[in-house]
């Protein structure tokens, strides 16, 4: 299975796929395209001897011309599976429609709860007991995908927003490559906006 990596930051689940890569995860991470230059990412894969490219958007250019850019990066890696792995961009339902059912993401929140920003403090602020993380099958609306698989953690009253999602990072690392190797097996589909695992409903 051929897989890109989206990044814009550190790259710590970036770096947990690679080396789930490395082990049993049936998978090949061929490429690893940031839109930020100085991604720490960008370091990790190339201490992998892994291709990337950066795609750097112009000032003021418009989305779509920025997607259309971007497609044409991710269609050279000639992908089974894209990763968004801390991609923070917002992307196009053009793109996003034309890996429908190929492209992952995960999130830092147990999903439906605590889409977009600050998920950390937000579910501090909200006294939940437990947060977490979701991986998902990117849809056009923003986090709104079917999830695939959830990581729980407890939030203790002492926590602040660095050290829960601290917590979280570890439990990503854990679940990220899981479902790599369950693409790459060919155990996962989404039909009709649903994700099924093995044929059946998650
Ligand atoms: C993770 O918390 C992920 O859930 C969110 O962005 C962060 C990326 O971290 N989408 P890293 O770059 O993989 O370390």
């Not at 049936?26 to 894969?45: E, Q």
């Not at 609306?141 to 959830?150: F, H, K, T, Y």
């Amino acid at each position: 299975c051929r897989v890109v990596v989206l990044i814009s930051g550190s790259g710590s689940n970036l770096q947990a796929i690679i080396d789930g890569c490395d082990d049993n995860l049936n998978a090949d991470v061929v490429g690893v395209i940031s839109h930020k230059p100085d991604a720490y990412g960008l370091i990790r894969a190339h201490q992998s001897e892994i291709d990337t490219s950066c795609v750097i958007p112009y000032a003021n250019e418009a989305r779509s011309d920025y997607d259309a850019r971007l497609l044409k990066a991710i269609e050279k890696y000639q992908p089974d599976l894209v990763i968004l792995a801390g991609f923070m961009r917002i992307l196009t339902d053009e793109l996003v429609s034309h890996f429908l059912g190929k492209m992952i993401n995960i999130h830092p929140s147990l999903l439906p709860k605590y889409t977009g920003l600050h998920t950390h403090q937000r579910a501090i602020d909200s006294g939940d007991k437990e947060h977490g993380a979701s991986v998902h099958f990117v849809i056009p609306e923003l986090d709104a995908g079917p999830v695939i698989l959830q990581a729980k953690v407890p939030i203790y009253p002492e926590d602040n927003a660095e050290v829960l999602a601290e917590r979280v990072h570890e439990q990503e690392h854990a679940i990220y490559p899981l479902v790599v190797k369950w693409f790459s097996l060919g155990r996962l589909a989404m039909t009709d906006g649903k994700a099924y695992l093995d044929g059946e409903l998650i």
